[in-house]
């Protein structure tokens, strides 16, 4: 069992920033892909960017390409997702999800086997 829990939500003017954190239990965490992924109200969940177990690879929703970073820290169990030049339209809760089997970095959210609770982004514009 996986455990996920996310972090650094909260209100933010539109062109700002925020950080958020997913720090996860197990004791193979690198080994994990992870993904962030987010739901707007009355809209289904979508991809926004995930990296590979190793940080060497790196994908990202072309809404976001250019302004968010995928990152991570594995001896620290966490994953980060940095937010710049923020739009009211990224306003979302935001999940991280773990892949903890299989091979490649997917953007499907059934390709995850582990959710967080999510954090709330808003952007005021």
């Known amino acids: 069992q996986v455990q996920l829990a996310e972090s650094g939500g909260g209100l933010v003017q539109a062109g700002g920033s925020l950080r958020l954190s997913c720090a996860a239990s197990?004791?193979?965490?690198?080994?994990?892909?992870m993904g962030w992924f987010r739901q707007a109200p009355g809209k289904e969940r979508e991809f926004v960017a995930a990296?590979?177990?190793?940080?060497?690879?790196?994908y990202y929703a072309d809404s976001v390409k250019g302004r968010f970073t995928i990152s991570r820290h594995n001896a620290k169990n966490t994953v980060y997702l940095q937010m710049n030049s923020l739009k009211p339209e990224d306003t979302a809760v935001y999940y991280c999800a773990a892949r903890v089997l299989g091979v490649g970095v997917p953007k499907q959210e059934y390709a995850y086997d582990y959710w967080g609770q999510g954090t709330q982004v808003t952007v005021s514009s």
């Open positions: 990296i590979s177990w190793s940080g060497g690879s790196t």
């Open positions: 197990g004791r193979t965490f690198s080994s994990y892909v």
